[in-house]
């Protein structure tokens, strides 16, 4: 397994490399963007409308952090569960989207698009989320405020520690629940 | 009959929620540096070395261990001969949560199902009274995420199933979760009651420490027989694989119709956070 540093926008020739268990330390522009801030994303898709940052070369972050106390750009900042954004994701990716940060497992229309369109799943430690809120260093709300927490932000983010789960060769990092050492078969 | 300030319970329900998510209890702490040692797998060993710096750095900075503080759950008992004076305990309660996660800089997660508009502060809590004999209030407090909580699930299984179909269920479920709810979990598991009452009786047996003994042999036996099968499925620390797939298994039963064997399964994440204090 190889590790990499990469810097955003994320290019085809970044994705190619990657293979499932690969680590990666992520430097530059990312985006928030979870549940309702998806939904509202792929409403603006649907009126063709602009949306709020460019999705070419772009990642997104399912996050939805907590307030920033006095002094820090953010607060706790780890992923949320992926498969909610597995409706999203695939139209995201085909107009350029070229990874997505989140933890959990991903549905095949999503490793379908990932193959397709040469993009990357990442996944972070969930629940570390103190932790991976030391990796950035800005934020700004960009769009839908009133989604609280659901509001898109831009990050700054530096050498954030991520892990290939899903590569654009089909590879998977995940293991497979052994069922019959747990007695089920 | 003793009377207390229901300002009293407001600051204390405020400090439960802020130290419950910023301070990790001491048994998942240890619990997580016995199951590191036995990991082999690198991936596995770094998910423990990142959890274990994560929570020292909460307790450093304040800032929450996870930003998903949760829905606040309650489970209260109230003494018999105990008054509250001021307001009425839930609404000391719900003020208390929004002082919490107001001045403890904590997520609002708390939202309408239809619209998704969010509540703004986290409230309303979800409260399990119970009457108890005394003049004391007891309030236990759980920060729940919803990662863990939407991989959980109650069924109403048929008497014939028995040990052999509960097992299998939870089993299946774990399995079924997979990477999902931030393993490794905690699985709480209610057996009995109602199909209401079976997850109130598994979200409750999340609340004991990881480190305690069943004080009922049979339950205590099925308990490590079930921890012991759910680490053998290998999905180990967030789904990377290793030995630790499960911190705990804790079961709690009830009494239930001749006709009827619900089951309950109430998946916690790693950061089991919960705290309890006596007024």
Request: glycine letters at 10%; a neutral charge; aromatic letters at 6%.
């Amino acid at each position: 397994m190889a590790e990499y540093n990469l810097q955003t926008p994320l290019t085809d020739e970044d994705i190619y490399q990657l293979r499932a268990g690969d680590v990666v330390r992520l430097t530059g522009t990312i985006y928030t963007a979870r549940d309702a801030a998806h939904k509202r994303l792929i409403d603006l898709l649907d009126k063709s409308e602009p949306l709020p940052f460019e999705l070419k070369g772009s990642v997104i972050y399912y996050v939805g952090p907590s307030p920033a106390p006095p002094g820090r750009p953010i607060g706790a900042a780890g992923p949320t569960t992926s498969y909610r954004m597995d409706t999203y994701a695939p139209r995201l990716h085909s107009l350029g989207c070229k990874a997505s940060v989140g933890k959990g497992k991903r549905n095949d229309a999503v490793k379908q698009a990932l193959k397709d369109h040469k993009a990357v799943y990442f996944g972070a430690t969930g629940g570390a989320g103190a932790l991976l809120s030391k990796c950035i260093s800005s934020a700004r709300v960009i769009a839908f405020d009133e989604l609280g927490p659901e509001a898109i932000r831009e990050l700054t983010v530096v050498d954030f520690p991520l892990l290939v789960i899903n590569d654009c060769h089909g590879g998977e990092l995940y293991v497979q629940p052994d069922r019959k050492a747990a007695g089920l078969e | 009959m003793r009377t207390i300030q229901a300002t009293q319970i407001i600051d204390a329900v405020a400090n439960l929620c802020i130290d419950s998510n910023r301070y990790l209890p001491r048994d998942v702490r240890e619990r997580f540096t016995q199951c590191a040692a036995t990991e082999e797998s690198p991936a596995a060993r770094e998910v423990f070395r990142q959890l274990t710096e994560n929570y020292m750095l909460a307790e450093e900075t304040g800032l929450p261990l996870c930003q998903d503080t949760g829905l606040a759950i309650f489970f209260v008992d109230v003494g018999e001969d105990l008054r509250v004076e001021g307001m009425n305990i839930r609404e000391a309660i719900n003020k208390g949560v929004r002082k919490g996660y107001a001045e403890g800089f904590l997520r609002k997660s708390a939202c309408d199902p239809f619209t998704r508009a969010n509540t703004g502060d986290n409230t309303p809590a979800i409260i399990h009274f119970d009457i108890v004999p005394g003049d004391k209030l007891k309030i236990a407090f759980m920060a729940k995420g919803g990662g863990s909580e939407n991989m959980s699930r109650v069924t109403m299984l048929s008497p014939a199933q028995g040990w052999a179909g509960i097992r299998k269920f939870v089993i299946e479920r774990v399995a079924e979760a997979g990477p999902n709810p931030c393993p490794p979990t905690v699985v709480g598991i209610g057996v009995g009651g109602t199909f209401d009452f079976a997850p109130i009786l598994a979200k409750k047996a999340l609340l004991r420490k990881l480190d305690d003994v069943n004080p009922d042999p049979k339950l205590a036996a099925m308990e490590d027989e079930l921890l012991e099968a759910l680490n053998r499925l290998g999905i180990g620390p967030m789904g990377l694989g290793g030995k630790t797939t499960c911190l705990g298994v804790k079961i709690a039963v009830s009494p239930c119709h001749i006709a009827s064997l619900p089951l309950a399964v109430n998946i916690q994440c790693h950061s089991s956070r919960h705290q309890e204090v006596e007024i």
